[in-house]
């Protein structure tokens, strides 16, 4: 690459401006009037143009078809800025070499949302429509730009499953494609990153950025590297940065990757041996268990916190006369203190995490899969692996750090594809500056969404769940159930085969094979548990004969605290037109009424209901939707404060690319 090539590729963008009062609301509004060829009914328009040019050259020689498609390439080189803009007849040559290739023909409305995340929009695609095609057909041509172009995935399975399978697809455009995962070397990453396009995850791709700034300090920012590579008397040593650069992102399940997981922080971190503190650690769990709810400290639900009473702090300052060390100053034990509380009490085992080779693995409430290497921070892992009784890691100092937000608002073009995103439509606006196109089904949805069903206790709960798969189960109709946690679904596992009902559990600590279990759900007769989206990816089919027994039946055990991730496990069935069920069971015993729901109003409102009071159920399911909305907001807070926080940081440090 010449030096101003590689200034394109390294140069980071200014994130958007979040306006706020009424600019925002003024903002806000903007997103409804769209350009006229981004609107839905252009869209589809142009779709169906192209597929229909895509039809008529079907059967063109695939010699022709690679000449027309390098011609198409050269033109999108020279214009690489103009890529919304790109021929009709260039994506109509694209898709004729998926079904060339892959054997995979887009319907009019995969090319939809192909197009509208050429133009930088997010789509809404229902479970199923073909996600995967509609991305890869994106990727094309941005690679075609001679830009770095990342897609990024849930998990490293995905991002080797689809670099892999669409191999034959990019080679015929002239695309080369690779793909990073967590087991790789830093030689191996940047042979893979220099492949135009490049499916990874947004903690290798974070991470990687984050090391690549710290491996060339002074000379990180883009701005100075061109100014080097122009003016030094001498060529350079090869540069150790793995990564091309960072212009182009295509987010697959996108809610995830920009909304739930946004205020995560990507840590680069380094252990330092502190013996004084593991020690103060086990002392501090110790002492906790003498400390009781409401008589030493209360507990503070939403916000998963412990504040200390008078009688709290009387027992740690007795206990800390005979201790040295950490233990004279007064804040610190309190807050080793204060940790061991939180851990003891909103962090349980195999819901927040697992269990692993006598090692902390914490798992992802939003999805159920395990993340390891991750920890939390400011001595938590710690007091978290002291309540376990499982060796205690050193802590560790961060040298970097970035929040996936900040990150992802870093890109000079950013697009994304996912099952649900209208209900977060004003935050990706707001936030990225994407707008959000619901993609039309390309088969009418046949699915049944039965109304939810709420119990007043959980035991209730379990027994309902039982007799409705026990219901379906008898006529080998295949189910998929949900869960909230690791914990429930091997309760609910066992509950099944006392009964003598086999299933398979996917979760964080039953993870192998987890495409496989996924996609054979749909088999008759199949009982499939997983934790909230685990296996989120991969299709579920209906096997033989199962279309007559009314599709795929998924059964939901609560209500989660996004009502995005409903509709996604919703979305499993009723795929492509196929049949399915849905149904949610909840209590008032679930996590979210626990959380939201004043203990007195849940109280009276299960009496209520055991005693059969007319329209007590209908107020439950009514109450925990307004939990729902509750955690909703609290969560949208949550983020919103991480966002003020990147943006102080940001004016504060300057040119970093840290803040």
């Known amino acids: 690459m010449t030096p101003s090539q590689t200034y394109r590729s390294t140069q980071l963008a200014n994130p958007p401006r979040v306006f706020r009062g009424i600019d925002a609301w003024a903002h806000g509004w903007a997103r409804r009037f769209r350009p006229k060829k981004e609107r839905l009914s252009q869209l589809e328009a142009e779709a169906r143009r192209i597929h229909e040019i895509a039809e008529r050259f079907a059967e063109v020689d695939i ?120 087991k790789m070397s830093p030689e191996e990453r940047r042979t893979q990153y220099r492949n135009a396009v490049v499916y990874t995850t947004a903690k290798e791709l974070a991470a990687d950025f984050l090391r690549d700034d710290l491996t060339e300090e002074a000379f990180g920012h883009p701005g100075r590297r061109l100014i080097r590579q122009i003016y030094q008397a001498r060529p350079s040593r090869d540069s150790r940065r793995v990564l091309r650069g960072l212009h182009t992102v295509i987010v697959d399940e996108a809610d995830n990757g920009l909304i739930d997981e946004a205020v995560t922080p990507l840590i680069i971190s380094q252990s330092k041996v502190n013996q004084a503190l593991e020690e103060a650690t086990l002392q501090a769990a110790e002492l906790s268990r003498e400390f009781v709810c409401d008589r030493h400290y209360q507990r503070e639900e939403t916000r998963r916190t412990v504040k200390l009473k008078d009688e709290g702090y009387r027992v740690i300052d007795d206990a800390s006369e005979a201790l040295s060390g950490i233990w004279r100053g007064r804040t610190r034990k309190v807050e080793l203190v204060l940790k061991a509380l939180e851990a003891r009490e909103f962090f349980h085992r195999d819901k927040q995490y697992v269990v692993e080779d006598k090692k902390i693995v914490i798992v992802d409430e939003s999805t159920g899969r395990r993340m390891p290497g991750r920890s939390w921070r400011q001595g938590l892992h710690q007091a978290v692996e002291a309540k376990e009784g499982v060796p205690i890691t050193s802590p560790a100092v961060t040298i970097a750090s970035i929040s996936f937000q900040r990150f992802f608002r870093q890109f000079q073009a950013i697009a994304g594809a996912t099952g649900t995103a209208w209900e977060a439509a004003g935050e990706f606006w707001r936030i990225y500056g994407m707008r959000v196109n619901r993609i039309p089904l390309h088969r009418p949805c046949q699915r049944q969404e039965l109304p939810p069903r709420v119990f007043a206790t959980a035991e209730e709960k379990w027994n309902a769940v039982l007799g409705e798969c026990q219901k379906r189960h008898e006529i080998r109709q295949p189910i998929l159930v949900g869960t909230r946690s690791v914990a429930d679904s091997e309760e609910l596992a066992r509950r099944l085969r006392s009964v003598g009902l086999p299933c398979q559990i996917l979760n964080a600590v039953r993870h192998r094979d987890e495409a496989a279990i996924i996609a054979g759900a749909g088999q008759k007769g199949r009982i499939t548990i997983a934790t909230n989206m685990a296996g989120r990816g991969t299709d579920i089919r209906l096997g033989e004969g199962v279309t007559e027994l009314g599709g795929l039946c998924v059964i939901a055990t609560d209500f989660y605290d996004s009502g995005r991730v409903d509709r996604q496990l919703y979305g499993r069935s009723g795929r492509q037109g196929d049949p399915g069920v849905a149904i949610t069971y909840a209590s008032l015993d679930d996590e979210l009424a626990t959380k939201f729901l004043h203990q007195w109003t849940a109280k009276g409102l299960r009496r209520a209901m055991k005693q059969g009071v007319p329209g007590s159920r209908n107020l439950a399911r009514f109450l925990l939707r307004r939990c729902q909305k509750r955690s909703e907001k609290e969560a949208f807070r949550r983020r919103e404060n991480v966002l003020k926080l990147d943006e102080e940081r940001a004016k504060s440090l300057g040119f970093s690319a840290k803040a």
């Open 63 to 182: 010699e022709k078809l690679k000449r027309e498609l390098k011609e198409f390439r050269v033109d999108v080189r020279a214009r690489p800025d103009d890529v919304g803009d790109v021929p009709e007849s260039a994506m109509a040559a694209i898709t004729n070499a998926a079904r060339v290739r892959l054997g995979l023909f887009a319907h009019p409305p995969q090319i939809m949302a192909a197009l509208a995340m050429l133009r930088g929009d997010l789509v809404e695609v229902a479970t199923g429509e073909g996600k995967t095609l509609a991305i890869a057909l994106v990727a094309v041509v941005r690679a075609w730009t001679e830009r770095p172009c990342h897609v990024v995935t849930a998990n490293d399975y995905l991002a080797e499953r689809d670099a892999k399978y669409l191999g034959r697809f990019f080679e015929l455009c002239g695309v080369t494609v690779g793909h990073v995962t967590g």
